[in-house]
């Protein structure tokens, strides 16, 4: 870029200087961003991914959320990934978070085959994919040329939406981020795989909105087997499948289960109750060939949608040489 100045009107050569360099180059996410510069990026981080889904399965449904996570609070830069007393790891929301050794082994073995070339918020992007993957779910491609955040706060993450908010503030908060009501419902379908700690949901099961006793709308049958799983003073702590039945696929059958009064989160059940999403469960629901495709289509192109929340590009934030710090 050249830049003229009439005589008369020539600043002062340090502010000249600074006003360059606090020029924004902003860039875009494209498929294929590291074709050149590191051709095996995406094989890499599907290695690593493949084999620590295969060795533990509940890496894949960490590594989904936690891209969500990331991509809810700053958007999606990595900010997830910075340790520290108050990061955003250390917000309730995030305490279950699971899979960062999965993204510090890939980052060790890209930095080996291309240093300081692949940001942490695009493994993250791209191990989010290879971990629908590895349970079932149908390819995307996914857009790459994030760069790395520099800020990660606790009180930011706070804010995450959580079981029990309603779909009235869950089109809310999604909307802010610029996903629609169906991107919402959509993304929901995450939670055909993964697990939720019973503390996410025992007011549900004991004292519901303090009437002393379960929620009216949950299925009998799922409540019994909650209450089975999590007693009135068990521990909460105790881990409890999302989707009943198919935990470890990913498949339309979360759906099937929200319409049915089966969902185990408060905020799944609020699917089918507001008739603003119901309608968008419903085009989920029906013959499982055919519709079970049609999640898992909109899903990859839903999850392409969130991963374009906020990021940051060309020459803003940096490429992490770890993802658990700053340069
Ligand atoms: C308003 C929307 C959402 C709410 C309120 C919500 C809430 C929750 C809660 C409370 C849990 C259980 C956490 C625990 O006990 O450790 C959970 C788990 C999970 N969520 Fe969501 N979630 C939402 C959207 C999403 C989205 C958009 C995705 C992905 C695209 C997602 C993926 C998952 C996965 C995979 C799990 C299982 C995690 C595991 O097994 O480690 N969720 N969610």
Redesign the pocket.
């Known amino acids: 870029m050249t830049v003229y100045f009439h005589m008369k009107t020539t600043p002062n050569l340090f502010v000249v200087l600074l006003a360059i360099s606090s020029i924004r180059v902003l860039g875009c996410t494209r498929v294929g961003f590291y074709e050149k510069t590191c051709p095996r990026a995406e094989i890499i981080v599907q290695d690593v991914v493949k084999s620590a889904v295969k060795a533990n399965y ?1 890496y894949a ?2 590594l ?2 936690m891209f ?1 996570h990331d991509c809810f609070v700053r958007g999606c830069d990595a900010s997830i990934l910075l340790n520290g007393p108050s990061t955003e790891q250390t917000a309730t929301p995030n305490s ?1 978070l ?1 899979g960062f050794e999965v993204i510090n082994r890939a980052k060790t073995m890209l930095e080996n085959e291309c240093p300081g070339v692949v940001s942490c918020a695009d493994i993250l992007a791209l191990a989010a994919r290879d971990a629908v993957i590895q349970t079932g779910g149908t390819f995307w491609e996914v857009p790459t040329g994030r760069r790395d955040g520099l800020v990660s706060l606790k009180s930011e993450a706070e804010d995450l ?3 029990r ?1 309603p779909a009235e503030d ?1 089109i809310k908060i999604f909307a802010k981020k610029g996903l629609n009501t169906e991107d919402l419902v959509t ?2 379908g ?2 055909t ?5 019973c503390a ?1 949901f025992t007011d549900r099961l004991y004292n519901y909105k303090n009437n002393h006793g379960p929620d009216p709308d949950i299925d009998q049958v799922l409540l019994l087997h909650l209450q089975t799983l999590c007693p009135h003073n068990g521990d909460h702590g105790t881990r409890v499948a ?1 989707d009943t039945g198919s935990v470890n696929s990913f498949d339309n059958s979360y759906y099937e289960n929200v319409r049915a009064g089966r969902g185990v ?1 408060e ?1 799944d059940s609020e699917l089918w109750t507001d008739p603003r999403t119901q309608r968008f469960v419903q085009q989920f629901l029906g013959d499982k060939k055919n519709h079970e495709l049609k999640f898992t289509k909109k899903f990859g192109r839903a999850m392409v949608k969130l991963g374009n929340v906020e990021v940051k590009t060309g020459n803003e934030g940096e490429i992490r040489r770890v993802c658990n710090k700053i340069n």
């Open positions: 509940t449904p960490g989904l959320r969500f279950h699971r939406p959580s079981s908010t869950q993304l929901a995450g939670h795989i993964g697990t939720a700690a996410r999302l989160l905020s």
